[in-house]
């Protein structure tokens, strides 16, 4: 309850900051948000900023209220451990295959969390995309949940961005969702072949100069591709 109402207060903010029209703050392509009372659901998005969590998770309705996974040495204030807590993030060891964050992760997600992950691992910082990982696909595909491309862009510029009313836009794009081998895990190759395919769908949502390797990803990427199920 405490953690909803601190989300609610930056929600709320942001939003206020929005109706003045100081912040040029939009987003695209919110009916593509599987239906809240569907369940679970991972958020793949690109990765500029730290502003990028506060500004999709405001954007978003607030029944989308996120969850994300963060490095655990952010975890060792008293005070941050409390309000990383309340907030529903969950800590990972970067750099290591952390089973005990992975397992909170699926579960959280079967449990109906919106789950904000970073395919990049990190930021970019200049806006354009780089190489992701599989462990949105992993993720998704354990918990039997949607993955939801998203981009964003103008947060490159940080808070100072936001104060000098420079432009920061969020696309929603369509749903979809991967299966497990018949043996219950991803093969290699096929786990190669599924986080191409993710981070195409989420830089169809960028301008071409922001694209980085997935620059030739804008081929009808709404439609199911190879062994992808649509949302």
């Known amino acids: 309850m405490l953690g909803a109402l601190m989300y609610g207060v930056i929600f709320t903010f942001i939003h206020a900051m929005r109706a003045i029209r100081?912040?040029?703050?939009?987003?695209?392509?919110?009916?593509?948000?599987?239906?809240?009372?569907?369940g679970g659901m991972v958020i793949a998005m690109n990765h500029i900023s730290w502003l990028d969590i506060p500004a999709v998770g405001a954007m978003l309705p607030f029944r989308y209220r996120l969850s994300w996974l963060a490095k655990s040495e952010i975890f060792q204030n008293p005070i941050a451990v409390w309000w990383l807590r309340q907030m529903q993030v969950i800590p990972i060891k970067r750099g290591k295959r952390d089973l005990a964050a992975l397992d909170a992760a699926a579960e959280a997600?079967?449990?109906?969390?919106?789950?904000?992950?970073?395919?990049?691992?990190?930021?970019?910082?200049?806006?354009?995309?780089?190489v992701?990982?599989?462990?949105?696909?992993?993720?998704?595909?354990?918990?039997?949940?949607?993955?939801?491309?998203?981009?964003?862009?103008?947060?490159?510029?940080?808070?100072?961005?936001?104060?000098?009313?420079?432009?920061?836009?969020?696309t929603v794009g369509k749903p979809y969702r991967v299966l497990m081998d018949d043996n219950g895990k991803i093969s290699p190759d096929r786990m190669d072949r599924l986080t191409n395919q993710m981070m195409q769908r989420i830089a169809a949502l960028l301008p071409a100069d922001r694209r980085g390797p997935y620059l030739l990803s804008d081929n009808n990427s709404d439609a199911p591709i190879n062994d992808e199920v649509a949302g």
């Open 109 to 130: 997600l079967r449990q109906g969390a919106v789950l904000l992950i970073f395919p990049e691992g990190h930021r970019s910082r200049d806006g354009v995309l780089r």
């Open 132 to 170: 992701g990982r599989g462990g949105a696909v992993r993720l998704a595909a354990q918990a039997g949940v949607p993955i939801v491309p998203v981009s964003i862009l103008g947060t490159e510029y940080g808070l100072k961005g936001a104060l000098a009313r420079k432009r920061l836009d969020v």
């Open 22 to 38: 100081w912040w040029r703050w939009s987003i695209h392509g919110i009916d593509n948000l599987p239906p809240r009372d569907s």
